[in-house]
């Protein structure tokens, strides 16, 4: 039996769980029902910022977005609901933002269990119903808007919202699903790659540095061409690399692995700091010691017997080209095997295409009153709290456009 409902949100995620809440201030909560397929709302926000929950960057505008036409889709948006607008957002549920390094604005509580707590008990003070293990396997137009269904029951609505995410972090609820439920209403999809990921490399020096981290300057080339680079914190791992300097930037590395065209190498400036010729004279006037204990003292121990190592040098022989070293610490080359796929990936590059969509309201150009926000489309944010600011500026914009439909 159909039950009747003015809006239903398809994901209770970041961006489902904003919707509800802006709704449900004008429309009232009592006319908007959240569905969402897992046990429990906001699986995957709990993990964001390592369970600190990055909430925005002041610096969010269209150049720190990805996608086939994202400058141009995100503008209006970002616009409407600017970080600023976040900010006071979450004052509002009682969340209290601080402002730390590069535009990043946490909780003051640094609590992603305590912002997921407080949209829930917003949500539950405006009367939203919320349903869990509630999947939804179809949603159907009809005359008078949608019928939603799922494995228990079918609803029927005059606005339908999906945002049921990626593909990345299917431990957190990442999934394919919602993807197949807009596409059979018409839409188009482009080619899906992880983002925001750990790096594969060979592991021939890798491993002897397995756990250490190190500040550094990334560069991922294709055929020898650089591609981008970042400097930040850099962790070699037992498969490869990571990282904030290296996840910044990882996208470049899951789109070549989709093409499956040309060499991607890294290139690892070890210290980025000193310049190759200050480098070069530093080595150059250091104490002769053999190359075990020659770098001691400017880098990392291992890191630096590693480098001694990958420049065909014995522990015990003497350092008779500084040149060679310095190079090498300036450019350490690896191989790039891959990602780490989505089982290691924050974010999904790619998804539904945006030409189909609305700039302004997220409705969907094929079928009226369904909108698409968040990360199921073809939008994909830097590191840094680039994605939950759109998950949130998505959401208002789509439920402004329901509230004044």
Request: charged share 20%; aromatic share 6%.
């Amino acid at each position: 039996m159909a039950t009747g409902w003015h809006t239903v949100i398809v994901g209770g995620g970041a961006a489902g769980l904003a919707a509800a809440i802006f709704c449900a201030r004008k429309l009232g909560g009592e006319r908007i029902l959240l569905l969402e397929k897992a046990p429990r709302v906001g699986k995957k926000l709990l993990a964001t910022g390592n369970g600190t929950c990055n909430i925005t960057n002041r610096h969010a505008d269209p150049s720190h977005y990805h996608g086939a036409d994202a400058a141009r889709f995100c503008a209006p948006a970002l616009e409407a609901f600017p970080p600023s607008a976040c900010v006071e957002f979450f004052r509002s549920l009682g969340i209290v933002c601080a402002p730390r390094e590069a535009g990043r604005e946490y909780p003051l509580c640094e609590q992603a269990a305590a912002v997921l707590d407080c949209m829930r008990l917003e949500l539950a003070a405006l009367g939203v119903t919320e349903r869990c293990d509630a999947a939804v396997t179809a949603i159907r137009p009809t005359k008078n808007g949608f019928t939603v269904h799922t494995a228990d029951e079918t609803v029927s609505a005059r606005h339908v919202i999906v945002c049921t995410g990626g593909a990345a972090s299917p431990s957190l609820g990442g999934s394919a699903e919602g993807y197949t439920l807009v596409t059979a209403l018409g839409h188009r999809k482009t080619p899906l790659f992880p983002s925001i990921v750990q790096v594969k490399t060979d592991v021939t020096y890798v491993k002897a540095m397995k756990g250490l981290r190190t500040d550094a300057t990334v560069r991922f080339l294709l055929d020898g061409k650089e591609q981008c680079s970042h400097t930040g914190e850099l962790l070699f791992t037992e498969y490869g690399i990571s990282g904030p300097a290296v996840m910044q930037i990882s996208r470049a590395v899951g789109d070549w692995e989709r093409r499956k065209r040309g060499v991607m190498t890294a290139q690892i400036d070890l210290l980025p700091s000193f310049s190759l010729t200050d480098l070069t004279a530093e080595l150059s006037r250091r104490p002769k010691r053999p190359a075990e204990h020659f770098l001691t003292g400017l880098l990392n121990k291992r890191i630096g017997q590693t480098v001694c190592r990958a420049a065909g040098l014995s522990l015990t022989d003497p350092v008779n080209d500084p040149a060679r070293l310095a190079h090498l610490i300036k450019a350490f080359p690896l191989t790039v095997h891959g990602t780490q796929g989505f089982g290691g990936a924050q974010v999904t590059a790619g998804g539904i295409d945006t030409n189909d969509v609305d700039p302004h309201t997220m409705q969907s150009r094929l079928v009226k009153h369904l909108y698409l926000i968040g990360e199921l489309l073809d939008i994909d944010g830097d590191c840094g709290g680039y994605n939950l600011q759109w998950a949130w500026a998505s959401a208002y914009a789509a439920a402004q456009a329901v509230i004044g439909a």
